[in-house]
């Protein structure tokens, strides 16, 4: 049930209600397309020095997944995936050095930004959807600044404009642990510095033109819901969509609503993007 309880002007406030009892990672259910991930065969693209492993899935408007932090696009649920694919040609790719992709050093979230940008172009997509998930977020919030012309619309979930406020001190202090550890792979380690290094979007947000919705689970504690919230309200004509009782990434445990609001999102028609 979605409770529309209040329109700021500047952005779409949703709090959707969800039963988490009982959610897994890839329900089944006869209306729920069917993917395999894993099954998916792998393949390469050239980017900035890296070779950037990816998969696609259904056709459509491309529809471009920025994974978070030490994720790769094998831990992606199946059904989440095989949703947006229903409507749209889903890339997932892993970052260099992470996964199936590999590359020099990279240690500043533009430059894996710029890493998106290329590989939009090897893909030879001028322009594409995004949905990037925590330091996927932050990834995607420079893609669209800096490069707003080659975003469509852009799904920012879990997020935060910044590493370096009150509420993300546990996952700041996380960050930390990893950059510091050299027992840590080289990949995660140059994710954690990146992080560490980013200067954050805060002044930067009223300057974004493209369509944004912002998704947060209200138990978020990680990056917490209220965070999303002051985004929402810097980005002109944003949405903001809360999940009640939802965790951090609560699209993990309840793909189905996260990705079939997704799907409403992406499929309204509006005149704000480029």
């Given at each position: 049930m979605i409770d529309l309880f209040h329109c700021f002007p500047v952005a779409v406030v949703i709090v959707v209600f969800v039963l988490t009892a009982g959610c897994t990672n890839d329900p089944v259910g006869a209306s729920n397309?069917?993917?395999s991930v894993l099954k998916t065969p792998l393949q390469y693209a050239s980017v900035n020095g890296a070779t950037l492993a990816y998969r696609e899935f259904g056709e459509g408007e491309p529809l471009l997944i920025i994974i978070g932090f030490g994720a790769t696009m094998d831990q992606i649920s199946d059904t989440a995936v095989g949703i947006l694919a229903s409507k749209y040609h889903v890339y997932l790719y892993d970052h260099?050095?992470?996964?199936?992709?590999?590359?020099?050093?990279n240690t500043t979230i533009a430059g894996y930004a710029d890493d998106a940008i290329g590989l939009m172009t090897a893909l030879d997509h001028e322009r594409m959807h995004v949905y990037g998930t925590s330091m996927g977020s932050m990834i995607a919030q420079e893609?669209?600044?800096?490069?707003?012309?080659?975003?469509?619309?852009m799904i920012l979930d879990s997020s935060t404009y910044s590493i370096r406020v009150p509420e993300t001190r546990s996952l700041l202090e996380y960050v930390e642990s990893v950059a510091a550890d050299p027992?840590?792979?080289p990949g995660l380690r140059n994710e954690a510095i990146a992080m560490l290094a980013w200067n954050g979007t805060w002044d930067r947000l009223p300057n974004m033109t493209n369509d944004v919705m912002l998704v947060v689970g209200t138990d978020d504690?990680?990056?917490p819901d209220v965070l999303s919230a002051r985004m929402a309200l810097q980005i002109n004509g944003s949405w903001l969509v809360r999940f009640h009782g939802l965790p951090y990434a609560g699209g993990d445990?309840?793909?189905v609503e996260y990705c079939e609001n997704a799907l409403y999102f992406l499929g309204r028609n509006t005149t704000r993007s480029r």
């Open positions: 397309p069917t993917v260099r050095g992470m996964g199936h992709s590999n590359g020099a050093t893609l669209a600044l800096s490069h707003p012309h080659r975003v469509h619309k027992t840590e792979p504690t990680v990056t445990v309840a793909p």
